[in-house]
């Protein structure tokens, strides 16, 4: 249970950078940070990429929710490599 307090600040939100998975994709870096959310998970991660020497984020929340968090972990990076793959560095521009 202390894992996880670590990874979700104790209060049941997404975890810090600093103690998430972070993974390398195409040029992008994906960190994994799933949302609990009583005894399920919410996918969630952040895309971040070095563009013209500055640094673009972009956030990734969807409805899915996975049982356990390894699980979520791998649909957090699932999912942020599919937006990656469809969109490309589309998502870093405003709406």
């Keep these: 249970m202390t894992f996880l307090k670590k990874l979700f600040g104790g209060a049941g939100g997404s975890g810090s ?3 998430a998975l972070t993974e390398e994709y195409e040029g992008y870096r994906i960190t994994a940070t799933p949302i609990a ?6 996918v969630s991660a952040t ?3 070095e563009i013209g020497g500055d640094t673009k984020q972009h956030s990734l929340i969807r409805a899915d929710t996975v049982q356990g968090l390894d699980a979520a972990q791998a ?3 699932r999912k ?3 937006v990656i793959d469809e969109q490309g560095d589309r998502i870093f521009r405003a709406r």
């Design 17 to 19: 950078k600093n103690d």
């Design 37 to 42: 959310e009583g005894n399920t998970f919410r």
């Design 47 to 49: 895309i971040e990429k």
């Design 75 to 77: 649909a957090c990076f």
């Design 80 to 82: 942020a490599k599919q």
